[in-house]
């Protein structure tokens, strides 16, 4: 960032978004789970901005309320005149001593490092570009540069003459000035153009005008700078960051069974050595010890797994911390607010909400086990359910170290089941069951002998 002065950013986000066709306002459609506007705000604060505006329109109470949260100064520009009243409707807030960054709340995956470098140019010259060379300029507006090089101003794509139409180096619309100077060129913008708008880009030739230099850097790469106006764009974003995400992932030593068939709507971390298996889907914040296998078409929202984890395909996890050497699944489902300690089995069809289950313990085959606190060691057989609502409330199931519980159990809280307690197949548990003792529940078994089994009557 800038070494000299403080750093604000304007973010513009008042645009229609017609051609989204949505209800959602457009810089809350998101890519890799977070709306647009957000990736900006947060580009923004890594750039160590002192103060981020954020001009606002069109579904703009809408924005500010799913992305309120953030401490910024909302600046609404009640009727879309142009990007330099956009701009200038952030001014009163902004501080001469500032030099000002303009970003686009459309324009998502914008590098810091790029900005940085865009920063670095404002330092050495007075207003700074970041422009990008296109094999097809067209729409953008042109960067018109003398014989030396040096530019001297930028001309709308619907302003230009033919020969500038041949100009391919265009301008991504995001630029550094200095708050005061900014402020004077804002003033005297004027909206006789093609368009009848107050264009942000004349202040470029002001700049020139008033003998303040002007200089350009470009982005690392020209992805980087594309903005999303409809679904088939906003879909070209989420793979170009999808492909960074994985790309960084291998990078770190994450082995992807196809870096075209993850999706992280959040962010992951992982250790060296982790496999992932193509389909997978990770929410929210995700976090992989070393040497963790995903299987196809899982979803994990905001879980954390030790080393050496293997989730098997289509299991389902959300907001639940395993710890090392667990074995869940296929077709898992670990529900919010449960804890896996060391170990744990979870096979098919079972699944497990707010319980903590200890050490070891495993739960292999078509179980429900809900609010349940288990301890380490337990063997839950087949077809076991926690029965944890009475219909009105939830009850608790405590079961202890080592405990057996037989296959068709069920364990009508609030109950407890002692440490090293045996539940007989089968059983219906109303009280607490005792430790190291067997326990069952179950009607006697009757065999009638002679008994033939009905035929159909003839005729
Ligand atoms: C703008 C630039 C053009 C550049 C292009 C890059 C101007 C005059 N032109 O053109 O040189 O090549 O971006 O994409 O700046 N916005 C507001 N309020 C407004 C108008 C726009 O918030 O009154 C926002 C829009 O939501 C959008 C952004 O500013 O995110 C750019 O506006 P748009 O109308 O798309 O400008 P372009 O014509 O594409
Ligand atoms: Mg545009």
Redesign the pocket.
């Known amino acids: 960032m800038s070494e000299l002065r403080p750093l604000e950013v304007i973010i513009?986000?008042?645009?229609?978004?017609t051609r989204m066709r949505s209800s959602l306002p457009?810089?809350l459609h998101p890519v890799g789970g977070r709306p647009m506007l957000q990736h900006a705000i947060d580009t923004a604060a890594a750039l160590g901005a002192v103060r981020t505006h954020v001009?606002?329109?069109h579904g703009g109470e809408r924005v500010r309320e799913a992305l309120g949260h953030n401490a910024v100064d909302w600046v609404l520009?009640a009727?879309?005149?142009?990007?330099?009243?956009?701009v200038d409707q952030a001014m009163p807030g902004v501080d001469d001593a500032s030099v000002v960054l303009v970003l686009?709340?459309?324009?998502p995956l914008v590098q810091v490092e790029t900005l940085e470098r865009l920063l670095a140019v404002a330092d050495r010259y007075t207003l700074a570009l970041l422009t990008a060379t296109l094999e097809d300029p067209s729409?953008?507006?042109?960067i018109l540069r003398d014989d030396s090089g040096r530019i001297l101003r930028?001309v709308?794509?619907k302003d230009a003459s033919p020969e500038e139409h041949a100009i391919v180096e265009?301008?991504?619309?995001m630029l550094v000035a200095p708050g005061r100077m900014l402020r004077s060129w804002l003033r005297r913008l004027d909206n006789r153009n093609s368009?009848g708008?107050?264009?942000?880009?004349?202040i470029i030739g002001m700049a020139v005008a008033d003998g303040a230099p002007v200089g350009s850097a470009h982005p690392s790469t020209v992805e980087e700078?594309l903005?999303a106006?409809d679904r088939v764009q906003l879909a070209q974003l989420e793979r170009i960051h999808q492909w960074r995400q994985a790309e960084a992932l291998m990078r770190s030593g994450v082995t992807l069974a196809d870096p075209v068939r993850i999706d992280i709507r959040g962010t992951l971390k992982a250790g060296v050595d982790c496999f992932i298996d193509v389909g997978v889907v990770f929410e929210g914040e995700v976090v992989l010890g070393s040497g963790v296998q995903i299987g196809a078409n899982c979803v994990l929202s905001d879980v954390t797994l030790g080393d050496g984890c293997l989730v098997k395909p289509m299991s389902v996890l959300e907001q639940a911390t395993l710890g090392n050497g667990c074995i869940i699944g296929p077709f898992a489902r670990v529900r919010p607010e449960s804890e896996l300690a060391d170990g744990v089995h979870l096979g098919n069809f079972v699944e497990i909400k707010k319980s903590r289950i200890g050490r070891g313990s495993k739960v292999n085959h078509l179980s429900y086990i809900g609010d349940t606190e288990m301890g380490g060691g337990v063997n839950i057989g087949a077809g076991t359910i926690t029965c944890n609502y009475d219909g009105a409330n939830k009850h608790r199931t405590v079961i202890g170290d080592n405990a057996f519980i037989g296959s068709d159990t069920q364990l009508v809280a609030p109950v407890e089941v002692g440490a090293g307690a045996t539940i007989g197949a089968g059983s219906t548990i109303t009280r607490n069951a005792p430790p190291e003792q067997l326990t069952l529940s179950r009607s006697k078994q009757t065999t009638f002998p002679g008994w033939s089994r009905p035929s159909k009557n003839k005729g």
């Open positions: 513009l986000a008042a645009g229609q978004g457009k810089v001009v606002y329109g520009q009727e879309q005149l142009g990007t330099g009243h956009a686009y709340g459309d324009v729409g953008y507006g042109r930028i709308e794509q265009i301008n991504t619309g368009q708008e107050y264009y942000l880009t004349d700078t903005g106006n």
